[in-house]
């Protein structure tokens, strides 16, 4: 009979300490998923900025308080070229 009862109390802690865990990890989760909505709305606001920045509007903006004119035949170097490959 006392072996019994000490097996039931060892079973009880058991489940009290499997019911703790899934406390814990279930408050993990929820603390997880807030770091990721906070990421996520982080990550848009960059975008967000970001594509401010490329807006073509600010981009003129740019090119005329730098002074910058376009070019209007560009002579683009390519690495495909014979005379950068070694012989």
Same mark, same amino acid.
Request: aromatic letters at 6%; hydrophobic letters at 40%.
């Given at each position: 009979m006392l072996l019994l009862i000490f097996a039931l109390v060892i079973e009880v802690g058991g489940?009290? !300490? !499997? @019911?703790? &865990?899934?406390?814990? *990890? %279930?408050?993990?989760?929820? =603390?997880? &998923? +807030?770091?990721? $909505?906070?990421? =996520?709305? #982080?990550?848009? +606001?960059?975008?967000? *900025?970001?594509?401010?920045?490329?807006?073509?509007?600010? !981009?003129?903006?740019?090119? &005329?308080? &730098? #002074?910058?004119? %376009?070019? $209007? $035949?560009? %002579? @683009?170097?390519?690495?495909? %070229?014979?005379?950068?490959?070694?012989?």
């Open positions: 489940l009290v !300490l !499997l @019911y703790n &865990r899934l406390v814990n *990890t %279930q408050h993990a989760v929820v =603390e997880a &998923r +807030e770091e990721l $909505k906070a990421l =996520e709305t #982080g990550n848009a +606001e960059l975008k967000s *900025t970001a594509f401010g920045m490329l807006n073509a509007a600010n !981009l003129e903006g740019f090119v &005329r308080e &730098r #002074g910058l004119v %376009q070019d $209007k $035949k560009p %002579q @683009y170097v390519s690495a495909h %070229q014979p005379w950068l490959a070694s012989q």
